[in-house]
């Protein structure tokens, strides 16, 4: 399998038209391209920033608000500005970008303008032949450090799809890891992993004035090997010079990670990073993700409405997980959820903790608490096996 092109698209600044966006992006990740999906009202900073980190071949910006000359000229300036000018940028706006302002934007950088009236599988079509040759490994000399990083991982991404990395495991890569903490969150879809990583990215760079984050947030690949990497359309708080973070396809492997995900933990490892954050795809009741100790401490985040309690003898992470977050715990049934998953934790006499959070709440006490938990020191051997 080739490797995939890699895309970002993006709604600007002050603008919230996303449903042209939206289909576009479908279209392409039918059609084998990876999809970073930035959301509607994103500044060209934030743009710039995600698609070096992401390391995607082109940006396309979907612009129905006006100002789209200056906006779509900023990003690459921007993108020139930090060294990434082979990162191209393209987009359309119907009914608001003429043919005469084309024509300047053109002239400012932009690769291309699509009008209305443009069929789908004619842009697909473009986008495949315009970006199917990818950058060249490494990057530039003198190119800032994120950019050198996200060459990187795409090298590993890409020797994992090209099948020509043996697929060896890595025994222990903590062994490597000394300095930074990793932390596993998996749950099901929908659970609110997502908004729960960026509250703690939040907690975590206001207690560390210095700490650095990365984040390696998983997506499923979809039949024609395209995927929709979406989850930095719900990241407000990461979108920051110390966040790196990077969207990562399945690319055929079940289970909830990449291929590529060990390797690419270990690079990120040896960058310095105070903390590296692994959100898995959604997972279902006998994933079992972080294998091989992979990470530190394991996040188990649920939804408070998982049917019967029977279903809760199903889920094989109640019994590996450190910490059972049951997140939107303002629903109706999340009392009777924590003592469900209370007295099913109990049996398996571990020391596991349960968290209740409300992500969507800013300041919520619940992941102020779950960040304490991943925080503190870790507890002799001897403490541990006591509940608190
Ligand atoms: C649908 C729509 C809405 C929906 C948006 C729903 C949503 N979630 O997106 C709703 C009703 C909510 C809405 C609201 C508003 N809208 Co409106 N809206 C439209 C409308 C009718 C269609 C846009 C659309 O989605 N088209 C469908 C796409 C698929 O087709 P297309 O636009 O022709 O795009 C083609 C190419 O350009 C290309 N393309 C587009 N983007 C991209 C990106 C990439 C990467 C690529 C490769 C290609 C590509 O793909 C298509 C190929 O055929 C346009 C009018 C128009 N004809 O454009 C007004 C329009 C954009 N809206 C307008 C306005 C003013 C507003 C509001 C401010 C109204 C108000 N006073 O509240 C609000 C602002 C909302 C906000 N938060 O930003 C104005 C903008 C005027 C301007 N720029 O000066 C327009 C032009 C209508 C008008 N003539 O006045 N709107």
């Not at 509607?40 to 390391?55: G, L, P, S």
């Not at 079509?125 to 950058?135: I, L, N, P």
């Not at 407000?236 to 390797?263: C, H, K, Y």
């Not at 992500?359 to 403490?383: E, F, I, N």
């Amino acid at each position: 399998m080739a490797a995939p092109i890699r895309i970002l698209t993006a709604v600007p600044i002050c603008d919230g038209h996303d449903s042209a966006i939206n289909t576009i992006n479908l279209e392409f990740i039918r059609h084998g391209i990876e999809v970073v999906y930035l959301g509607y009202h994103r500044y060209a900073e934030d743009i710039v920033r995600a698609a070096i980190q992401e390391d995607v071949r082109a940006v396309g910006i979907s612009s129905y608000n006006g100002g789209h000359i200056e906006f779509f000229a900023e990003v690459v300036r921007q993108l020139k500005k930090r060294g990434a000018d082979d990162i191209k940028v393209f987009g359309g706006g119907g009914g608001t970008i003429t043919h005469d302002d084309q024509r300047v934007m053109q002239k400012r950088g932009v690769d291309q303008i699509f009008f209305a009236g443009t069929s789908l599988s004619d842009m697909v079509k473009w986008v495949h032949q315009r970006y199917r040759k990818g950058h060249k490994h490494g990057g530039r000399k003198g190119a800032p450090a994120d950019m050198l990083l996200a060459r990187k991982l795409t090298e590993i991404e890409d020797s994992y799809a090209n099948g020509k990395r043996p697929r060896k495991k890595i025994q222990n890569p903590k062994s490597k890891i000394q300095n930074t903490k990793v932390i596993g969150f998996t749950g099901p879809g929908g659970a609110g992993k997502t908004t729960l990583i960026d509250e703690l990215v939040l907690r975590l760079l206001n207690r560390g004035a210095k700490s650095r984050i990365a984040i390696l947030s998983h997506d499923p690949s979809v039949v024609g090997e395209g995927a929709l990497l979406g989850d930095r359309a719900t990241m407000i708080n990461s979108q920051d010079d110390r966040v790196f973070m990077r969207s990562m396809a399945t690319r055929g492997q079940s289970g909830g990670l990449s291929p590529a995900t060990e390797d690419c933990l270990r690079l990120l490892a040896d960058n310095d990073f105070d903390y590296v954050i692994i959100e898995t795809v959604g997972t279902g009741q006998e994933a079992m993700p972080f294998q091989n100790k992979l990470v530190d401490q394991t996040v188990l985040v649920m939804n408070p409405d998982y049917g019967a309690r029977l279903q809760l003898q199903k889920i094989v992470m109640l019994d590996l997980a450190d910490i059972v977050v049951v997140n939107k715990s303002d629903q109706e049934r999340a009392r009777t959820a924590m003592s469900e998953i209370e007295r099913r934790i109990e049996q398996n006499k571990r020391d596991q903790q349960l968290v209740a959070t409300v992500a969507k709440r800013h300041r919520d006490a619940g992941v102020d608490k779950l960040c304490d938990l991943l925080t503190q020191p870790a507890r002799p051997a001897s403490k541990k096996g006591k509940r608190k």
